[in-house]
């Protein structure tokens, strides 16, 4: 994992402890800070967030905030042209989620942390199939994987 980009299921999972995943959360991203791997913010995420918590209350110092800008839009616009939703996902849901598709391989971003396997991680999945994107899903459901840091490389018991 060279860099991640947060999405903002991981943001409500990190700041609400009462969350299924919320010690996974706060797990990948201590070892960010710790392995100072880049941990990216999108300004979509930002807007998502803001809706229910202010974005002030996460510690902003340790995220690079990104925003999407016309080399995301245009390599969007190829993404959603070439890959079509399933229609029982909402059309502005999966529109935020190929956005952040597209700031990841634009930014070369390795990993995309997320509690959102039903859209997010499925279309990102998809695009790697299709050799449309290389990042690679990390769901939290799954719980803490320190291998993600070491190149899938997992250490062995003492």
């Known amino acids: 994992m060279n860099s991640v980009l947060l999405d903002t299921s991981f943001l409500i999972s990190l700041s609400d402890p009462t969350r299924a995943n919320h010690a996974a959360a706060v797990q990948y991203y201590r070892e960010c800070v710790q392995r100072q791997v880049p941990m990216y913010l999108s300004t979509i995420v930002i807007s998502e967030f803001q809706v229910k918590q202010a974005i002030n209350d996460l510690p902003l110092r340790n995220f690079v905030v990104l925003p999407f800008n016309v ?7 190829v993404i959603l042209r070439k890959m079509a939703r399933d229609p029982q996902d909402d059309r502005v849901r ?4 190929f956005k952040l598709l597209a700031q990841c391989e634009c930014e070369l971003i390795s990993h995309l942390i997320s509690e ?12 790697c199939e299709t050799g449309l994107a290389t990042t690679r899903t990390v769901l939290l459901r799954d719980g803490f994987d320190a291998a993600w840091f070491e190149n899938g490389q997992a ?4």
Do not use: E, N, Q
Not at 94 to 97: E, Q, S
Not at 155 to 158: A, D, I, N, Q, S
């Open 71 to 77: 080399d995301h839009a245009m390599l969007c616009g």
């Open 94 to 97: 999966v529109k935020d989620d």
């Open 116 to 127: 959102d396997a039903s859209t997010l991680a499925k279309y990102l999945d998809r695009a």
């Open 155 to 158: 250490r062995l018991p003492l």
